[in-house]
C-alpha cells in the first residue's frame, strides 16, 4: 500500500526567505505525485503535479517540486515566500489506474514572519 | 464556474445522533470522492463516485457511513450512529471523467467539520 510522509508538521519562516517541504513516499509503482495548499476556510488547491517527463515541475503561485526517484522524495520549494503563502501544505500520491484514490501526508502548517 | 460546495460547513452533534452532509461537486463532473481528516491526522480516502455508482468504496470505515449520490449529481455522506472517533473534516472534491489518457484535477470543496460529542 502507498503513503506519503512529511516530516515536518510545522514550518516558520521570515518574509523573503526560500522555503522548502519535504515529502517522501512509498509506492510500488510509477507514482502520480502531488502538492496541495489549504489556506484558512477554503478548501484543498492544486499546486503542481509529477506523472512522468521532467523531473523539476513548476507550479502555480511560483511553487516548484522536484521527483527524485531515488530517494522517494518529492520536495516542494519556492525562492522567496510572501506572507500569503501562510498556510498547511499537503503532498499526496495518487494511485489505481488513473491515480483517482489520494493518499495524503499529514500536512505541514508554513507561517510567515514579517 | 462555481467551486465545489459543502453543506453545513460546521455540525455539533451528540453521540448516537445521526448527522448528513451533503457535497455540490462542479456542475459536469462525473467523479466525485469523499475524504476524511481525523484530528491531527492525515487526509484520508472514504469513497468514489463515478455518476450514480459507487466506484471504490474502501476507505469507508465501518456500516455507520453511509454514502449516496442520486442522480449522479449531489452526494451525501450519512454517520448513523455517530461516534466520538468520527469527528474530523471531511471533504469533497469532484473530477471530470479521465479522457485521452490524461489526469484529471481533483477539485475540493471547504470541508464540513463535525464535531461528536
Known amino acids: 500500500a502507498q503513503s506519503v510522509t512529511q516530516p515536518d508538521i510545522h514550518i516558520t519562516v521570515s518574509e523573503g526567505a526560500s522555503l522548502e517541504l519535504r515529502c517522501n513516499y512509498s509506492y510500488g509503482a510509477t507514482p502520480y505525485l502531488f502538492w496541495y495548499v489549504q489556506s484558512p476556510g477554503q478548501g484543498l488547491q492544486l499546486l503542481l503535479k509529477y506523472f512522468s517527463g521532467d523531473t523539476l515541475v513548476q507550479g502555480i503561485k511560483g511553487f516548484e517540486a522536484e521527483f527524485k526517484r531515488s530517494q522517494s522524495s518529492f520536495n516542494l520549494r519556492k525562492p522567496s515566500v510572501h506572507w500569503s503563502d501562510a498556510a498547511e501544505y499537503f503532498c499526496a500520491v495518487g494511485a489505481g489506474a488513473a491515480g483517482n484514490k489520494l493518499t495524503f501526508g499529514g500536512g505541514t502548517r508554513v507561517l510567515v514572519k514579517p | 464556474e462555481a467551486g465545489v460546495t459543502q453543506f453545513p460547513s460546521h455540525s455539533v452533534i451528540e453521540k448516537g445522533q445521526t448527522v448528513t452532509l451533503r457535497c455540490d461537486p462542479i456542475s459536469g463532473h462525473d467523479n466525485l470522492y469523499w475524504y476524511r481528516r ?80
Open chain 2, 38 to 117: 481525523v484530528m491531527g491526522k492525515e487526509i484520508k480516502f472514504l469513497l468514489h463516485f463515478v455518476k450514480e455508482s459507487k466506484q471504490d468504496e474502501s476507505g469507508m470505515p465501518n456500516n455507520r457511513f453511509l454514502a449516496e449520490r442520486t442522480g449522479g449529481t449531489y452526494s451525501t455522506l450519512k454517520v448513523q450512529p455517530a461516534e466520538l472517533e468520527d469527528s474530523g473534516v471531511y471533504f469533497c472534491a469532484s473530477s471530470r471523467i479521465r479522457t485521452g489518457g490524461l489526469y484529471n484535477e481533483q477539485f475540493f470543496g471547504p470541508g464540513t467539520r463535525l464535531t461528536v460529542l
